[in-house]
C-alpha cells in the first residue's frame, strides 16, 4: 500500500466512526513510514495516538462509574475469551526452576512490589512477560506464581478460542478485556499465545487475522505501567519477530536436570506423610526420569503413592507411608513408552 492508499483509508474509517480500524491503518502507517525511513513523522503520529489513548482512558475513567463499567464489559463475547479469573496462594516455594530463571522471576516481581519508586524516577517497569518451554515444565504455575506473589487476580484468556470464534469480534473483545484487566488492576494471561502464530495457517479471511495480530501489538503498546500481560507458548518459533520484540522479558523453561527432579520429588512429598525407605533405589528411579517433564514426574510419583497408599492402608502401622519404588519405576517405564522417549 502507498501513503495514499493508507491516507484514504484513515479518511473512510475516521468517518464511519470506525475506531478499531482506524487505529489499524494509523499503525501500519507508522509501520510504513518506519520501513520509508520516514522516521519523524512515524514518531509524530505514534505520539498522537499515545495522547488520544490516554485521553480515552482517563474519559473512561471518570464519566462512568467503576460498577456500571465493569457490568458493560460483562458481555458474552467476553467471558468467551476469558477461560477463568482466578486468585492464587502460590510462591516461589511452590516451584523447581534454575536459579538464573528464579533470579529472573524474582526481579520481575520486585518490580511491581516497587512500582512506586521506580515510577518517582521514571524508570520504565518491565510488565510483558514471555514464557517459553517444553509442556509440563511450569510455565502456566509460573504465572500462578506471579500473580501469588502479588496478590492480583488474574484473568486467564483463551487464545486457542480465538481461532474457532468469530474472528471480527475478536479484536474488539481483546481490547475490552484489556481494559477491564487494567481498570480492575488483574494480570493478564495470555496462554497457548502460539494461536497467534497458528492463526495464518487457518484458510480464514487473512485480512481478519492481522487484525487480531495487529490488535495485540496495538495492546502491548500502549499498556499501562502497572498492567502485567505474562503471555506462555511451547512454539515460540511460530511467533514472529514483531511479537517476540514487545516483550520485556522472555524466560526459557527446559526438562528437569537429575537435581531439579530431586528438588520436585522432595517438594511433593514435603508434606512428610509419605517417604522412601529405600533412599538408593529412589535415586536410581530419579535418574531414569531424564527426559520427562516435571508434570509426568510429579503424575508417576503420585500415582506409586495412591497405589502404595491402597496396598498398605489399614495394616500399616507406621504414621508414614512408604512408597514402593517398584511401583513408580513401572509407572516411569510406561510414561516413557507413551511418550516414545
Ligand atoms: N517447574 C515446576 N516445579 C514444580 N512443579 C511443576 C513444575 N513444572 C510443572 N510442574 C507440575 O506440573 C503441573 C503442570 O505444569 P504447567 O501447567 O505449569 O506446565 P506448562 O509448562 O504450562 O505446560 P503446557 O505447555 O502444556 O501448558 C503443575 O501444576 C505442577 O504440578
Ligand atoms: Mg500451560
Redesign the pocket.
Known sequence: MSQFDYIKDIAKYGLENDQEKLLTVLNELIEHSKSTKKLNFAIQLQSILKDSFRLQKHNSLTKVGGDQYFSRLEDKEVSDLILEKITSDYTLS????EDKVKLELEFFIEEHHRLDLLQQFNLPVSNKLLLH??????????SYVIAGELKKMMIVINLGAIVSSKLGETSKNLSKIFKKAALEDCIIFL?EFDSIGKIRDYSQDHGEMKRVVNTILQLFDYLPQSSIVIA?T?QKDMLDDALLRRFDNIIT?SL?TENEIKE?VN?TLKDGNFAFKNKSEANKIIKDCKGL???SI?KTLINAIKKSLFATCGHSKSLITYIDTTIWKNLISIEKDSLNI
Not at 518451554?133 to 509460573?142: H, I
Open positions: 511452590n516451584i523447581v526452576i518451554g517444553p509442556s509440563g515444565c511450569g510455565k502456566t504455575l509460573a496462554d506462555a511451547n523453561f528437569p520436585l517438594l517433564s516435571y508434570y510429579q
